[in-house]
Each structure stands twice: as C-alpha cells, then as structure tokens.
C-alpha cells in the first residue's frame, strides 16, 4: 500500500491511498477542480485512475471538488448519509452515491475501509483506517477531542497521519475573532499539537513506519512545533516525521511489507 497527499490544510485537502492491486482511493477533495486535476497530474494520476472518492464530512476544504470530479469521471462516491443530505445532494449525480454507516467497514476493491465517527462541527463526519494486504494506514484530521473509540481503532497502525492543527498559544495571540478561536479549539474542533501527542501517546506505535502531521493552521502553528511535539511521543529521528503542506501535500510513501524471521518460517505481518 502507498500513499499521498495533494494538499492539507484549511485551504483544501486531498489524500490518495493507493493499494498494491493498483485501487486508488481519493479521500476529501478540498479543491477545485482545475486545481485538483492539476495537483492529481503531480502524482500522475489522472481522473480514470482513481476507483473511487471518500468523503470525510462536508466542510468545503473537503467536498469543494468532489461533486464536479466525481461527475466528470463517473466516480463513486461514498459518505455517509449526513454528509450527503449537508452538502453533496445539491451537486452529486446521486447514481454515484454510495450511502456509508460510520460503525461498518467496507471494502473499495481490495482495500478494507473501517469508517470512526469523531467529535467535530458537522452533520456526521467519521475519519478511516485503510487496510490492505495485512497493512494498516490510519487517517485522522477535523478532530476536536479524542475519544476511547478513537483510541482503539487507530491502533498498530503502520503508518498514521494526524491532524496538528494549531499551538494552542499561537490560537490565543492571533488574529482570529474570539468566536472562531473557540470554534478551532472546542470540543468539536481541531487537534492541538499537545492533543495530537497525548493521542499518540495512546497508541500502540510499534509498527509505525510512517508518522505525518497534517492539517496544519498557516497561521496559528510551525511545522517544527507540530514536529517537536510529535517527537516527544515516538522517539522518532526528525527526519521521519513528516509534515504534509498545504501548497503540495507530499510525494507518495511506501509503506513497506514487514517480514519477521519466526524460526525456520518467515512470517509477513
Ligand atoms: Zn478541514
Ligand atoms: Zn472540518
């Protein structure tokens, strides 16, 4: 399994996952159409490679391009019933839809999707764990508190990437009005950097060869913040964590078959 990101942050999110058979799911869409077909083209990937489009929930850096990607390539879409009625319905083929529960898993070719329904300002957002061929890749943005189920889903994940949207003291001295500072760091919100570390501190991260912080606020966070605190948690070498940008996402990652020698057998986890 691989995977990539063509932007991530307030402005627009796009992650494709993409599975060894060569299903490649495109999760969110957050950017227009011109612009996510021209950042697709980075990856080279074009809209007749992508077997289907996932939607986390319906706030724009997340459906803006779906509905006008989706029609033009006939792509599937799947999101659950509330993020259809909030925003889709208006502007998706409806014959493309397919009606998600956030407690079932599914499967988009060989890839096994477990949706977890999360605490933020939306008519029914979850966030997914993608497994294929033993691997497990975890994504989790748009978070305003962690929960148990949180905690138990995402964990041995082989790879993770995880919302740090903001430093708590960069939120209090911005600019933003007091409604919107207490919007981003409510209950129904985003993930601190000290909430995204005290999430991974829950984790079993044993397996984890990839570690990427996503959804970082251009004004109310650094990179290196989001890093350091990450850092803390894992032990991770800096160069190990990466960060995903607004302006470019990041180039695909590999996430590599383990093999552990058990006596005389090799056994692949
Ligand atoms: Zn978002
Ligand atoms: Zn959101």
């Not at 990101?5 to 599975?19: A, Q, R, Y």
């Not at 060869?209 to 894992?234: D, W």
Request: aromatic residues 4%.
């Amino acid at each position: 399994m691989k995977f990539a990101s063509i932007g991530s942050g307030s402005e627009g999110n796009g992650t494709l996952i993409c599975s060894g058979d060569g299903d490649v799911v495109l999760l969110d869409c957050g950017f227009s159409g011109r612009e996510a077909v021209k950042r697709l083209a980075t990856l080279n990937l074009g809209l007749e490679d992508i077997s289907a489009i996932l939607v986390t929930h319906e706030h724009s850096d997340h459906v803006k391009g779906v509905a006008l990607l989706a029609n033009k390539g006939r792509i599937p879409v799947y999101c659950t019933w509330g993020t259809w009625a909030a925003k889709l319905h208006t502007v998706l083929d409806e014959s493309l839809l397919t009606v998600i529960s956030p407690h079932q898993r599914f499967s988009i070719g060989n890839i096994l999707v477990q949706p977890v329904p999360v605490p933020h300002d939306a008519r029914e957002p979850c966030q997914f764990v993608f497994e294929s061929s033993g691997q497990r890749l975890g994504i989790l943005t748009d978070v305003g508190s962690i929960t148990p189920h949180m905690v138990e889903q995402y964990q041995r994940c082989d790879a993770l990437m995880l919302e740090c949207n903001h430093d708590l003291n960069m939120l209090a001295e911005s600019a933003y009005p007091p409604s919107l500072k207490r919007r981003v760091a409510g209950p129904l919100g985003h993930l601190n950097n000290q909430q995204a570390a005290e999430m991974l501190g829950q984790l079993d991260c044993s397996r984890l060869q990839h570690l990427v912080a996503t959804h970082i606020s251009q004004k109310n966070n650094h990179p290196e913040l989001a890093m350091q605190a990450l850092r803390g948690v894992v032990g991770f070498s800096p160069d190990r964590i990466r960060i995903a940008k607004q302006c470019s996402g990041f180039a695909w990652l590999e996430i590599e078959v383990r093999t552990v020698a058990c006596g005389k057998q090799t056994i692949t986890n």
